[in-house]
């Protein structure tokens, strides 16, 4: 382990002892760290916080390098105003003080971040995908004589299938209020609605006292975590 995931590592651990929730596992209190930083540099994830977001959470990571490519200042303003609606909702409910509950909103908002995030992800997946009419491509090396492919290989190309490794920052799937200014900052804005959203702007934070959000994982505010 390099110097630098150490700290890394090391951040994780302080993160949830400052949110109050030392027993998660440590893969929260990084993406905590992360979305923390990001907001703080106006800028993407990069070096150990790049590397693990795409190993945990592809679509956290897709929701903040969206973000980063506008120069506006209002677009970073969208996160903030979903973490303090977390914010507010935490700080009216009875549980224990925390030295930084800043953090622990920022937790809170995870999967709403990450289903925006996955919507990203799918809409870019639609717009690359090839038209239903389009010719397929031949491999340039199918490998074995009869253009088939060996049996121990899979894939047109004759390359084998890698495991994806389970992530530890399982995010639970919420439903996501749509502002207008989100809208604008995400470039959906010409968009149809996507599933599982609305077009009003939320009373409050999904996901921040129910099942729907990471306390049913464990944390303050869930099912099963503290009170």
Not at 8 to 26: C, E, I, S, V, Y
Not at 144 to 155: E, I, L, P, Q
Not at 181 to 203: G, R, S, V, Y
Request: glycine share 12%; aromatic share 4%.
């Amino acid at each position: 382990m390099t110097t630098g995931q150490r700290i890394f590592r090391k951040n994780a651990f302080a993160t949830l002892r400052d949110m109050g929730m030392p027993h998660l596992d440590p893969a929260h209190g990084a993406a905590v760290e992360a979305v923390r930083w990001c907001l703080t540099v106006r800028g993407r994830p990069t070096h150990h916080r790049q590397t693990f977001l795409e190993r945990e959470s592809p679509a956290l990571l897709a929701y903040l390098e969206r973000l980063a490519t506008s120069a506006d200042s209002a677009t970073w303003r969208t996160l903030e105003e979903r973490i303090r609606l977390h914010a507010e909702v935490l700080a009216k409910m009875d549980m224990p003080p925390c030295r930084r509950p800043w953090l622990a909103a920022i937790w809170h908002t995870l999967p709403e971040l990450a289903a925006l995030g996955q919507y990203l992800l799918d809409r870019q997946a639609e717009k690359d995908a090839p038209a239903p009419d389009a010719s397929p491509v031949p491999a340039d090396n199918p490998g074995g004589d009869d253009g088939k492919g060996s049996g121990d290989k899979t894939g047109s190309a004759g390359t084998k299938a890698k495991p994806q490794p389970s992530s530890r920052l399982a995010l639970p799937a919420v439903p996501v209020t749509l502002t207008v200014a989100e809208k604008k900052a995400l470039d959906l804005a010409e968009d149809t609605e996507p599933a599982d959203t609305k077009e009003e702007t939320p009373d409050g934070p999904s996901g921040a006292d129910g099942d729907g959000g990471p306390g049913g994982m464990g944390g303050p505010g869930g099912k099963g975590g503290k009170k």
